[in-house]
């Protein structure tokens, strides 16, 4: 079975800017979370899906936003990027929500803004 | 303010000791668990404990929930070059909440 899929793995922008990163989750999993991840504030939750629809959001900036399709793809998007989001963003599927559901992690995207 | 704290942050010691790292919270979260992330991976999951007072057992690895359920320890017996990496503790504290993560602890074992 395949695992959680991210693309791109790395990623460079210029302030200002936006960006889309895609997560696949493992086939038949229909909730997806993103994180945050960064040295300094380590993993922060960004906001998760189920079955299309936003079911958590974490304390972002309205400039991230994300979406996810009704085969369970995802997308995030980050407008008017700032140096300060950058950072490694991880995906997770779960067959269901909750938190005692197991999450699978993609090895992340790394978005550096210049 | 962190909801998880984890101690200690940094923690390298030679191959074959014993160590123990905490997860603590002054809120009662309905699960908690403990994940490994190695360099350029993902979290991986290790163990969810969900009552109070449980004690999991992974190989050499002993995960234990605090009777009140708002702290964790885990536990390693004869630590392995292969243990190395950042043990995080995550939890909810109810089942549809979102999950709110620890910094973690880097761990780096010796050979």
């Known amino acids: 079975k395949a695992g959680v899929t991210q693309t791109p793995r790395y990623l460079i922008k210029t302030r200002g800017q936006q960006v889309t990163l895609s997560c696949s989750p493992i086939?038949?999993?229909?909730?997806v979370s993103w994180y945050q991840q960064t040295p300094g504030q380590g993993l922060q939750f960004l906001f998760e899906?189920?079955?299309?629809?936003?079911?958590n959001k974490g304390n972002f900036p309205g400039r991230f936003s994300g979406r996810q399709f009704s085969n369970s793809r995802s997308e995030m998007n980050v407008s008017t990027l700032e140096l300060g989001d950058s950072a490694l963003y991880l995906c997770?599927?779960?067959?269901?929500?909750?938190?005692?559901?197991?999450?699978?992690f993609g090895p992340g995207t790394r978005l550096t803004v210049l | 303010t962190q909801l998880l704290e984890q101690s200690p942050q940094f923690l390298s010691i030679q191959e074959g000791e014993n160590l123990t790292v905490y997860c603590n919270s002054s809120?009662?979260?309905?699960?908690l668990q403990w994940y490994r992330q190695e360099p350029g991976e993902g979290p991986v999951l290790l163990v969810t404990?969900?009552?109070?007072?449980e004690v999991k057992k992974l190989k050499r690895l002993t995960f234990q929930f605090g009777d009140a359920r708002k702290d964790s320890s885990l536990h390693i017996t004869a630590a392995q070059p292969g243990d190395t990496g950042l043990y995080l503790c995550?939890?909810?504290?109810?089942?549809?909440?979102?999950?709110?993560f620890g910094k973690g602890t880097r761990l780096h074992i010796l050979p």
């Open positions: 997770a599927s779960s067959l269901s929500q909750g938190v005692t559901d197991t999450q699978y």
């Open positions: 086939s038949g999993h229909r909730s």
């Open positions: 899906y189920f079955s299309e629809t936003q079911r």
């Open positions: 809120s009662v979260f309905s699960s």
């Open positions: 404990v969900v009552t109070g007072g």
């Open positions: 995550a939890g909810g504290k109810s089942r549809d909440d979102k999950i709110i």
